[in-house]
């Protein structure tokens, strides 16, 4: 049968930021909202950090310059501070050679606990093959030492942590994002290289990137790490120039109580328009819909180790959502993160084994009057099915329902840029979670933009199941009733089951016989 595609709902008629435009320059401060810069001064065109106290203690992010210092009996012969020490191996580190030993020099300074553990040849490869083609690096790296002893003067406020069942914000500057990314690019955080299960931060991502330095063995992931290291050095490139990003990033965890998730078994809207194409990506085609990052329970997943999909690729092109890694902890089965005017910095291609940085992208998107560029990502973190057949139970079905509405609520109305959430690493079924995204986006009252990367016969699939659901005026529990009517089948029926599309074929026709 021929795959091509019927004429599908045109991509300019979806909603983007700027048709919002109004709803984004509203005034930020709110509860729960934590701002890191005076808006006052922002509005009046300067960007001066707001001021708060110091804390270190467990619910906000500990600051490496604010490390307590050890008790000593004798003053005399008192141990310098870990920030002494962090400070003095990052000055010198503004003045020296900066080759990668001296880089790794200052790092295990004072990182000395992990002195067995941490290599660097993912950046002595990179070093090797890349640094005088792109940036150099003995010019870049005083720059980044320079950015990450900025921290006490660029934040002077307590960061929270974004914990779970919380809904709380943090708004702050590219540039307060910079200096932080800088200070994990030197793995100066405190207590966050201890990931063992009970450590104070095992529920949170780790942000000091050591894990992007190291290799195993393998050789061809050498090369990739140095793609990587690529994206990343043209970022710090990019923010310690002097015309350096000037406008802020909003981070929103959003909690919805299961109490006031939709009862999916009443819920009687019907679907929205779909867009849907083998051709685009959620990034570039995207920009301006809510875009959907097919995330981790941890925040951007592998992208400070080896992962390469499209949550670390997303990273990559936009590091400052690397940041989220510093206070998100782990997402529950209810909840998402929302960001909210991340820039683009570069250009990749390929995709996983095949990935490369490309060059630079000189990102123009509109701002609005907060200078948050209009992008706007929401991280939906989908169930790793080890066996593709449990997906299909009741439970799980709704649990990915769940975890798509939380995704798409909200006020604003854009468009939803997706595609095949949760179906690569993940090993989802594309064609169940387009009908489990498509319903969370009915009831949310959002169109959708679907990109099925080069995939001609799933967006086919997909856009015949949407005409006929449409057509039919079927709306969202009486579909929500029939993947349970499935799911009920597939568990008798699991050596031979239909396909679901053929399955839900039937109940339509049947529905238009009665
Ligand atoms: N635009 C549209 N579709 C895409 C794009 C893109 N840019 N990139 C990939 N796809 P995957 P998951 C399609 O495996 O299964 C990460 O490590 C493509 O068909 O990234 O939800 C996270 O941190 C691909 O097979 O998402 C998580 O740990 C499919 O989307 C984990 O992977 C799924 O992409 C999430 O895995």
Not at 78 to 101: C, D, F, H, M, Y
Not at 169 to 177: A, F, H, K, P
Not at 298 to 303: A, N, R
Not at 409 to 434: E, M, S, Y
């Amino acid at each position: 049968p021929s795959i091509e595609l019927g004429p599908t709902y045109p991509i300019r008629n979806l909603k983007t930021m700027q048709d919002f435009y109004k709803e984004f320059d509203q005034p930020l401060l709110k509860k729960e909202h934590t701002i890191l810069i005076d808006l006052k001064c922002f509005q009046s065109g300067v960007i001066v950090p707001h001021q708060g106290t110091d804390v270190w203690d467990q619910h906000h992010v500990k600051f490496p310059h604010l490390y307590p210092r050890p008790p000593s009996h004798h003053k005399s012969h008192a141990q310098p501070s870990r920030w002494e020490v962090t400070r003095r191996a990052l000055l010198s580190l503004t003045k020296g050679s900066n080759s990668i030993g001296d880089v790794q020099t200052a790092i295990m300074s004072y990182n000395s606990s992990n002195k067995d553990k941490w290599t660097f040849d993912a950046l002595y490869n990179y070093g090797q093959r890349l640094q005088t083609m792109d940036n150099n690096l003995h010019l870049l790296i005083p720059k980044m030492a320079k950015l990450a002893l900025n921290l006490p003067e660029l934040i002077k406020k307590p960061i929270p942590l974004l914990r779970q069942q919380q809904n709380q914000g943090i708004t702050m500057s590219q540039q307060q994002i910079s200096c932080l990314l800088a200070n994990a690019f030197f793995c100066t955080f405190p207590h966050r290289n201890d990931t063992k299960p009970g450590s104070e931060y095992a529920n949170y991502p780790t942000i000091n990137f050591s894990s992007l330095f190291a290799n195993k063995t393998d050789p061809t992931k050498l090369d990739l790490k140095a793609e990587k290291l690529r994206a990343i050095f043209h970022y710090f490139n990019t923010v310690t120039n002097d015309e350096e990003p000037d406008g802020l990033v909003t981070f929103e965890r959003i909690s919805i109580p299961p109490s006031k998730l939709p009862n999916w078994n009443t819920t009687k809207v019907p679907l929205r328009n779909l867009h849907i194409s083998p051709e685009g990506s959620i990034e570039n085609e995207g920009t301006g819909m809510l875009q959907v990052d097919f995330a981790s329970r941890f925040i951007g997943g592998g992208v400070l180790g080896s992962g390469l999909v499209q949550e670390e690729i997303l990273f990559l092109m936009s590091p400052e959502l690397i940041v989220a890694r510093l206070f998100t902890e782990k997402l529950a089965d209810n909840e998402c993160l929302k960001i909210t005017g991340p820039q683009m910095y570069s250009y990749t291609s390929g995709y996983s084994k095949t990935f490369s940085w490309v060059c630079p992208y000189d990102d123009r998107t509109k701002r609005d009057i907060w200078k948050r560029r209009y992008r706007q990502v929401v991280a939906i973190d989908a169930l790793d099915f080890k066996n593709p057949r449990e997906q299909y139970t009741k439970d799980n079905i709704k649990r990915e329902l769940n975890k798509a509405f939380v995704g798409f609520h909200g006020d604003v109305k854009t468009a939803i840029a997706t595609g095949n959430w949760g179906c690569g690493a993940f090993k989802g079924d594309p064609k169940l979670k387009a009908l489990i995204q498509l319903m969370a986006a009915a009831v949310n009252g959002r169109d959708m933009a679907y990109f099925t990367f080069g995939n001609k016969e799933l967006a086919k699939e997909i856009q015949t199941m949407h005409e006929k659901l449409t057509m039919k005026k079927v709306t969202v529990d009486k579909l929500y009733n029939w993947l349970k009517d499935f799911s009920a089948y597939y568990a008798r029926e699991h050596h031979f089951p239909k396909d679901l599309y053929g399955f839900i074929s039937e109940k339509i026709d049947h529905k238009a016989s009665l």
